[in-house]
C-alpha cells in the first residue's frame, strides 16, 4: 500500500502535460450502476449478481461451450487477458430473449476493450490487491485514435507480484491490443490479440476429508503449498471481428484463436483428513508440457424489415470450431501421511512426464433464427440449427482403445414475451442444445479425460416487472436436465445418471432513489441425480458441490443525489450448506460474506482520478468451497485493498 501513493503522484506528474483528458475509462467503471439485472455482471475486476462465467444455474458456461464474444461464438479456452475484456454478461431468462441462438444453461457475452471517439484517453491503476488475490499490482492503458473516430487503438499491459490468499507468492503477466476501424457509422472492423502468463503459481492443496465432517479450520494465509509444486503457464487469445451491411442483409463474422500452454502444473491433494488435521496420504500430480487451443467463429448473415407495427429479423448462422489437446502423461507423486494445520515442506522427488494423449474436436453448426417483436406487446423468438460433431482421441497408452464419437444432433429454441401492461410482461421458452462434459479433475484415475458432448434441455417462465422506470424485479423458474458426470467410488471419473437443476430466481436490479442503487438476487435450486448408480445406492440424489439457495446484494450510494464525489457500497452473499462427498453424508455449512467499499473520485494534474478502499470479508467468516469432485478449500479471509485510478 506504500507505493501506491508515490506512483500515482508521479503518473499525475508525468502526464499533467497532455492534451485536454477524454471522458473517464476506468475511474468510471461501477458494476453496480452498470447492472440492469441481477443475474451477474462483471465490469473491470468488480462483479455482482447471482452468476459468473463460472457458474450459471448449477453449471459452467464456459466449459460448456456456451461463450460469445461480441455476441459471436467463441469456444474459449481460458481466460481472457484482462487488458482485452472491458465486461462480460450473463444471458438467461428475459436478459437472452431476442438474442440468436441461446443456449439452454445460460451465455456469457464479453465485450472487447476498444478505443472509441477522437480524444485520446490514458489511464493507470495501481492497487495492493484485488478479489482474486493480494499483493502489489499495476495496469497501464492508452487508447489512442489514429483517425479521428474512423480509426483507433487501445493497448494495454499489467502485472501482479501477489501473495496469495492461502499464503504463497505467484507472479502474473497480462498484454493486450486492439485496433479498431469505423470507415462508417454502420461498419466496424476490430482487431485484437492478448495473453495472461502465470509463473511461480504454488498449486493450493485441496482437503478430501475422510468421514462425514468437513476439514477443521486450518489457519488461513498459512502458505501450506510444496514450494517446487508451481504454474508455468500461458494463456493467449486473438482474432478479428467485422459487423457491416452487405446488400439488404448486415453481415456479422467473427474469428478467434483461444489457447492454453501449461509448461508445467501440479496438484496438491491431502486424502483421509481427519478433524485434527491429519491426512492419511498426500499426493501431488506432476504434469506439464500440455497445449489447448481452439479456432472458432461465427459468420451470421441478418435482414431486418417492418411491417406494420411488427419487427422481423431473420438471421442466418454458421459456427464452428477446431479444438486440440494435448493432455495426460501425468505422474501421481506419493508423499505418505501429512498435516493441513502447518506448513509439511517436502524435498522435490524425481519425476517425468510420460507420453501424451491427443484429443480432437470438429464441429460444424448451421442455423436459421427468427424474431418478431411487436412494441410494448409481444415478442416470439424461434430458432434451428443442425450441427455436425466429431471427436477423436488417440491414447498414448496403446493398451487404450481410441474412442471415436460422431454427432449430428438437432438443436432448438422457442421463446416469447408477452406485455400485459405496460409495467409487466411475462416471458418463457424452451430449448434443446448440446454442450461439452467438464473434463476429468485432478483427483480421477483418469485425470484430463473429456467425455463427448452431451444434450441438454431447458424450459424456463416468468415475469418481468417496472416498480419504477429505474428499478426492475424479475422472477422465473426454470427447469435444466443434462447427463451427470462425476467420480465413482473407484475414482474413475464417467457418467453416472442423469441431472436435473430446477430452481426459481428473483432479480431485483435499479435505483431506489436518485445516487441509491440496488442489485440484488435470490436462487433456490434443487439439483437432484438419479438414475441407476443412485438406485443402487453407489451415490446419493444430490450432487456434489452444489448449493440450493444463494442470495446476493450490492448496494451503491453515491452522495449529492449520485453527483457528489464519495459513494460507499456495500455487497452481501450467502449460500446454503452444499454436499461434500458423492455418497450425500458429508455437508459443507452454510456461509455469508460481506464486503465493504468506498470509492472517492477527484481531479489533479489534468485527470479523473479514483480512489477505492475496500475490505473483503468484513466479518471473517470461514467457510468452505466444495468442487464437484468433493474437494475443499477454505474462503478467503478478511483483506484490505486500496485501488488508486488515473484517468488522462
Do not use: C
Not at 488417440?394 to 405496460?422: C, E, H, K, Q, V
Amino acid at each position: 500500500m506504500r507505493y501506491i501513493p508515490l506512483i500515482g503522484g508521479l503518473a499525475g506528474l508525468v502526464l499533467a502535460a497532455m492534451p485536454e483528458p477524454a471522458l473517464a475509462q476506468r475511474a468510471g467503471e461501477n458494476v453496480a450502476t452498470q447492472s440492469s439485472d441481477a443475474f451477474g455482471r462483471s465490469v473491470g475486476s468488480d462483479k455482482s449478481g447471482l452468476y459468473s462465467s463460472d457458474e450459471v444455474r448449477g453449471f459452467n458456461p464456459v466449459d460448456a461451450g456456451n461463450v460469445r464474444l461480441e455476441g459471436l461464438y467463441f469456444d474459449q479456452v481460458d481466460r481472457l487477458s484482462s487488458r482485452l475484456s472491458d465486461s462480460s454478461t450473463i444471458r438467461v431468462g428475459p436478459a437472452a430473449l431476442r438474442y440468436p441462438f441461446p443456449a439452454p444453461t445460460g451465455l456469457v457475452d464479453f465485450a472487447l476493450t476498444q478505443a472509441q471517439g477522437d480524444r485520446p484517453s490514458y489511464s493507470i491503476t495501481v492497487d495492493n490487491g484485488s478479489s482474486f488475490s493480494p499483493g502489489f499490482g499495476a495496469n497501464f492503458e492508452i487508447k489512442q485514435p489514429l483517425d479521428g473516430e474512423r480509426l483507433g487503438l487501445s493497448i494495454g499491459a499489467g502485472f501482479r507480484n501477489a501473495d496469495e490468499f492461502e499464503g504463497g507468492t505467484a507472479r502474473f503477466r497480462t498484454t493486450g491490443a486492439s485496433l479498431a476501424w469505423r470507415p462508417a457509422r454502420d461498419v466496424s472492423v476490430l482487431l485484437f490479440g492478448g495473453a495472461f502468463y502465470y509463473r511461480e503459481d504454488e498449486a493450493r492443496p485441496v482437503f478430501y476429508p475422510a468421514g462425514s465432517e468437513p476439514p477443521p479450520k486450518a489457519r488461513r494465509g498459512v502458505d501450506l503449498s510444496q514450494p517446487w509444486a508451481d504454474r508455468h503457464a500461458a494463456n493467449w487469445a486473438y482474432g478479428a471481428v467485422v459487423k457491416a451491411p452487405l446488400g439488404g442483409v448486415r453481415l456479422e463474422a467473427g474469428l478467434f484463436y483461444n489457447g492454453r500452454t501449461q509448461d508445467k502444473v501440479f496438484a496438491d491433494l491431502l486424502f483421509g483428513v481427519e478433524r485434527d488435521g491429519s491426512a492419511a496420504s498426500r499426493r501431488i500430480v506432476a504434469d506439464g508440457n500440455n497445449r489447448d487451443a481452439s479456432l472458432s467463429g461465427e459468420v451470421r448473415l441478418v435482414r431486418q424489415w417492418r411491417s406494420a407495427d411488427l419487427n422481423h429479423q431473420l438471421t442466418g448462422s454458421l459456427r464452428g470450431r477446431s479444438r486440440d489437446r494435448r493432455f495426460g502423461g501425468s505422474q501421481s507423486i506419493n508423499l505418505g501421511p501429512s498435516t493441513i494445520l502447518a506448513p509439511d515442506p517436502r524435498p522435490e522427488p524425481a519425476y517425468s512426464i510420460g507420453p501424451k494423449s491427443r484429443d480432437e474436436v470438429r464441429q460444424l453448426t448451421y442455423g436459421l433464427s427468427y424474431s418478431l417483436v411487436a412494441e410494448g406487446r409481444f415478442g416470439l423468438d424461434a430458432s434451428l440449427s443442425q450441427t455436425r460433431y466429431r471427436k477423436a482421441v488417440d491414447f498414448a497408452d496403446p493398451l487404450l482403445g481410441d474412442p471415436r464419437t460422431r454427432d449430428n444432433p438437432l438443436m432448438w429454441n422457442l421463446a416469447g414475451s408477452y406485455a400485459i401492461t405496460p409495467a409487466l410482461s411475462l416471458y418463457g421458452g424452451l430449448s434443446h442444445g448440446m454442450e461439452e462434459a467438464l473434463i476429468a479433475p485432478e483427483v480421477a484415475v483418469n485425470r484430463a479425460e473429456a467425455p463427448a458432448a452431451i444434450h441438454t434441455r431447458q424450459i424456463e417462465a416468468g415475469f418481468k416487472y417496472a416498480i419504477s422506470p429505474r428499478l426492475t424485479l424479475i422472477a422465473g423458474g426454470f427447469s435444466i436436465t443434462k447427463p451427470y458426470y462425476n467420480l465413482d467410488p473407484g475414482l474413475r471419473y464417467r457418467q453416472l445418471g442423469s441431472l436435473r437443476n430446477r430452481g426459481i430466481e428473483l432479480s431485483l436490479a435499479g435505483q431506489l432513489m436518485p445516487g441509491f442503487t440496488v442489485v440484488g438476487g435470490l436462487l433456490l435450486l434443487d439439483p437432484r441425480v438419479s438414475g441407476e448408480a443412485v438406485d443402487s445406492g453407489l451415490i446419493g440424489a444430490r450432487p456434489v458441490g452444489q448449493v440450493q439457495r444463494r442470495a446476493v446484494m450490492n448496494l451503491d450510494w453515491r452522495l449529492g443525489q449520485g453527483k457528489g464525489p464519495v459513494s460507499f457500497d456495500l455487497a452481501v452473499e450467502t449460500t446454503s450448506s452444499r454436499m461434500g462427498n458423492a455418497a450425500n453424508t458429508l455437508v459443507a455449512p452454510p456461509r455469508t460474506v460481506v464486503n465493504l467499499g468506498m470509492r472517492y473520485r477527484f481531479k489533479a494534474a489534468g485527470g479523473d482520478w479514483l480512489l477505492r478502499p475496500t475490505v473483503l470479508n468484513l466479518l471473517d467468516s470461514y467457510g468452505w468451497q466444495v468442487s464437484s469432485s468433493g474437494g475443499f478449500t477454505y474462503s478467503n479471509p478478511r483483506t484490505a485493498m486500496l485501488q488508486l485510478v488515473a484517468d488522462f
